[in-house]
């Protein structure tokens, strides 16, 4: 058969056909039925996780995450206010794929000779023969949505809890559903692309030089999932800042922190102040007290960059466990 022609059957009269691989449409010489030809997509799962955190809720977690800080303002319940929000659903592939790696390859492997005293003078490094097999299995989270969103790519998701998509309680809580711009074989192909770059550097972690790898990478499961996020812009004073919150378990993806002056007028006062330790501990390394000037040198550095570091600090992100 040609490779450019297809064997169809009629879905009218059964009859055995031959068309074009092009040909989208077509009609029976038997029953003359015309019928348009559709490409088959492949199915997959398609999940959500449900809203479980209202926006007062959010609220809430956002101010207890908010307190955890050093130098916010006090009575944050009373003076946070939530200017405008978005609830946004964000795709996400969960891709599980299985490999089985086998590899040959060249390790280095040094020969140590002409010893003196304790130790060696000469050492020679030379290549053997190696090989091995990598086995595992391992589960990807691919973000699909269209404006990359640097806090959401990076953000520890959880699964649990996910039940079938359903569009009508999304509307419901008039929230956006932000499509996938990836389809499922895309997904399958990243996912494989993952797994072989993890095998690849576990080889080179065991030799220094690849002859052959052979593969046989497989998807296991492959679903598409949406995670509901809140978009909040909330004010406290006269200054705004922004978070992003999940709204399924309530967790922190980021928050700007909002700083009493009070407090920043002392962080900058204190880094200042062991800077000056710093240049002062300078001049006595200068001096005859060495020593002295060292150690003065050594924890006022300490002290002013940790002093910067966490009390400028603008935004807050929640430790994964």
């Known amino acids: 058969m040609n ?7 009629c879905p009218q009269c059964s009859a055995p056909l031959e068309i074009e691989d092009t040909q ?27 809203v479980k955190y209202n926006i007062l809720d959010i609220r809430k977690e956002l101010i207890g995450d908010l307190m955890k800080n050093p130098g916010v303002p006090d009575n944050l319940h009373n003076k946070l206010k939530i200017v405008e929000y978005e609830l946004k659903f964000i795709p996400y592939w969960i891709i599980s794929v299985h490999n089985h790696t086998e590899y040959t390859g060249e390790g280095e492997y040094a020969t140590y000779y002409d010893r003196f005293k304790s130790g060696w003078r000469k050492i020679r ?34 699964t649990r809890g996910k039940r079938y998509f359903q569009r009508q309680e999304i509307e419901e809580e008039q929230a956006v559903i932000e499509p996938s711009i990836i389809n499922v074989e895309q ?17 080179l972690k065991e030799i220094a030089r690849i002859n052959q790898v052979v593969d046989n990478p497989e998807v296991t499961s492959v679903f598409l999932l949406h995670i509901p996020f809140y978009f ?10 922004q978070a992003k919150m999940e709204a399924n378990t309530g967790r922190t993806v980021v928050t700007q922190i909002p700083k009493k002056i009070t407090y920043t007028l002392q962080v900058v006062f204190l880094g200042v102040f062991f800077i000056l330790v710093a240049l002062l501990s300078i001049i006595l390394l200068l001096s005859k007290i060495s020593p002295v000037g060292l150690f003065l040198l050594m924890t006022s550095s300490m002290f002013s960059i940790r002093t910067f570091q966490v009390g400028l600090r603008r935004r807050y992100k929640e430790k994964e466990d």
């Open 3 to 9: 490779k450019n022609i297809k064997k169809i059957t």
């Open 24 to 50: 989208t449409v077509f009609t029976c010489p038997y029953c003359q039925f015309t019928s348009k030809i559709e490409e088959k997509k492949e199915k997959f799962e398609h999940y959500m996780l449900p």
């Open 125 to 158: 490094f030379h290549l053997k023969p190696e090989q091995g097999v990598f086995d595992d299995e391992r589960e990807f989270t691919i973000y699909a949505a269209k404006e990359i969103d640097k806090d959401l790519l990076n953000f520890q998701i959880s």
């Open 187 to 203: 997904a399958k192909l990243q996912g494989i692309t993952l797994i072989r770059e993890i095998h690849k550097g576990l080889i």
């Open 232 to 241: 909040i812009k909330f004010k406290v004073g006269r200054r705004y800042y």
